[in-house]
């Protein structure tokens, strides 16, 4: 099971911090992904990360601004987004794909659990 926390308002250039930890379950060889979805949209890549090896990927659209990283204490990856604007508003998922395949983590449907979402509203 997946939950994600750390959504929130800001205004925009502001940052915030967003959390995916796992229970009953430790992340292996897996791909850990952030995806969004704005109202009336569909589920877009943002960032993920492949578990094993610690390889990073990232949309155009936030590279330079959020960082992914894990932590493999805690079984949490974090999404560290700086420089927010109103244009990442959107809520916030966070899934995990068995099968951590290059090119397989950029699309949702290849995900095989999701957390719950968590809102991130930046105001202008």
């Known amino acids: 099971q997946l939950q994600a926390s750390g959504g929130g308002l800001v205004q925009a250039g502001g940052s915030l911090r967003l959390s995916c930890t796992a229970s009953?379950?430790?992340?292996?060889?897996?791909?850990v992904g952030w995806f969004r979805q704005a109202p009336g949209g569909g589920r877009e890549f943002v960032a993920a990360i492949r578990w094993h090896d610690n390889s990073k990927y990232y949309a155009d659209s936030v590279k330079g601004r959020f960082t992914i990283s894990r932590d493999k204490a805690k079984n949490t990856v974090d999404l560290q987004m700086n420089s927010l604007k109103p244009e990442d508003t959107a809520v916030y998922y966070c899934?995990?794909?068995?099968?951590?395949?290059?090119?397989?983590?950029?699309?949702?449907?290849?995900?095989?659990?999701w957390g719950q979402g968590t809102q991130v509203t930046v105001s202008s």
């Open positions: 899934g995990v794909s068995f099968r951590a395949i290059v090119s397989s983590i950029y699309q949702p449907q290849r995900y095989d659990h």
């Open positions: 009953g379950r430790t992340f292996n060889n897996d791909a």
